[in-house]
């Protein structure tokens, strides 16, 4: 069995669309034949943009809180780096945060 991953990533509602079909253009979400797989919750992100930073939402020194979208996919290892590149191409954050889980297969 292929060297699986969970992909998470948080985006603004307004963006989730285009995040989720680029993650699934590149390759995640394929679980078995099934394409663009993906689980996904919505929540509050809240950070404050310091001293040179250029934030698509919100202002310098000032808390911004922002509905935001939690997406979930998984892909093979040989299409990570592709996933991810993809996900910065689109996301409309300067700093984008996702966080990448190695899967055991069992």
């Known amino acids: 069995m292929a060297e699986r991953y969970k992909i998470v990533i948080f985006v603004p509602l307004a963006h989730a669309d285009q995040v989720r079909a680029a993650m699934g253009g590149a ?49 093979d290892a040989k299409v990570l780096r592709g996933v991810i590149d993809a996900i910065k191409q689109v996301h409309p954050y300067e700093e984008v945060v996702y966080e990448v889980y190695r899967l055991e297969a069992l």
Not at 28 to 48: D, P, Q
Not at 52 to 65: D, F, I, K, Q, S
């Open 27 to 75: 390759g995640a979400g394929r679980i078995g034949n099934y394409s663009f797989a993906s689980f996904s919750s919505k929540g509050v992100g809240r950070f404050i943009p310091e001293a040179g930073a250029h934030p698509a939402v919100g202002a310098v020194g000032r808390l911004a809180e922002v509905e935001e979208e939690r997406i979930e996919m998984l892909c």
